[in-house]
């Protein structure tokens, strides 16, 4: 059986940096699902296609080559890492992933990443949909402040000015359509540990990850 770690949450929990971490840590792959909703946002905002026509959306879902390389992500060539970050790309992302099709077109890429010695998925549903039976399951979260707050700083650094009250905003309604919607809604699996990152580092809750990992073996 090859080993998962599944760590589902909402936006800007840090799951992203987390699970890259341990999997770092621990010498597994890592699955960064939500880059795949993203670029398939990403693909359907700069072909016009209608967000809402799922018959288009799922194709173009389906035929999607993306190469992850290096820390990079390259569609049909073109660099696309930071370009599928942009707040417009990841509401673009929240609901074409809304749209069952979609999701079922991006299921097998999705579990053949499943490689020894072991994966570490990131997402909304990788622990209650896509590994079911992952040994870890983490349900990372932090309050929609804590959230903002990290997603501003992300931005600063970037250069990218942006206004607190809007980002809290877009992420609480990010929140509400990846809850509410009818398939694979973000919640945590019935099995998941809930890890609050709002006061804690970085190290720590990446520390809280690997040990709860290793108590697996005892
Ligand atoms: O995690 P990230 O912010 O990159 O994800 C972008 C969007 O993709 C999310 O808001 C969510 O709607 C969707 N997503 C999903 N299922 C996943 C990962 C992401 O529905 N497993």
Redesign the pocket.
Known sequence: MIPVITIDGP?ASG??TVAARVAQKLGFHYL????L??LCAYKALKEEIDLADEAHLAKTAQALSPVFEGGKIFLDEEDVTDKIRAEAV?VA??KV??LPRV?EALLDVQKRSRRLPGLVA?????GSV?FPDAPLKVFLTASAQARAQRRFNQLKEKGIVANIDTLTRDLEE?DR??MQRAV?PLAPAKDAKILDSSNLTIEETVGQVLQWYEALAD
């Open positions: 936006t799951k992203g960064d699902s939500g880059a909703y993203r990841g992302a929240s992933a809304a999701r990131d997402g909304r549903d990788m896509i990010r359509r990846d694979s």
